[in-house]
């Protein structure tokens, strides 16, 4: 069993910057790759960024790209996302996930309660 929980989340104007951070714990976090997902209400859960398990190769939406950074301490079984350059749009419940490196949301077996981001414009 692997255990997520997220922080840094808030409320923020648009053009600002907020880290989210993941915690995992369990014996076997640092076997999984991470995922970071988003959702908006009334929306589908929407795949924002991955990192692999041991290695940092990384991917993003397309809607991301160049603004926010996935990274990850395996010493502290914790994965990051920073966040720059928000826009409006980007406000929504961010979920951190672990399971196989991929945008598909299946493809995670544990996620997170998620962490609230707001950007004002």
């Known amino acids: 069993q692997v255990q997520l929980v997220e922080s840094g989340g808030g409320l923020v104007q648009a053009g600002g910057s907020l880290r989210l951070s993941c915690a995992a714990s369990?014996?076997?976090?640092?076997?999984?790759?991470m995922g970071w997902f988003r959702q908006t209400p009334g929306k589908e859960r929407e795949f924002v960024a991955r990192i692999r398990r041991s290695v940092d190769i990384t991917y993003y939406a397309d809607s991301v790209k160049g603004r926010f950074t996935i990274s990850r301490d395996n010493a502290k079984n914790t994965v990051y996302l920073q966040m720059n350059s928000l826009k409006p749009e980007d406000t929504a419940v961010y979920y951190c996930?672990?399971?196989?490196?991929?945008?598909?949301?299946?493809?995670?077996?544990?996620w997170g309660q998620g962490t609230q981001v707001t950007v004002s414009s």
């Open positions: 996930a672990a399971g196989l490196y991929s945008s598909r949301e299946y493809d995670y077996d544990y």
């Open positions: 369990g014996r076997t976090a640092n076997n999984y790759a």
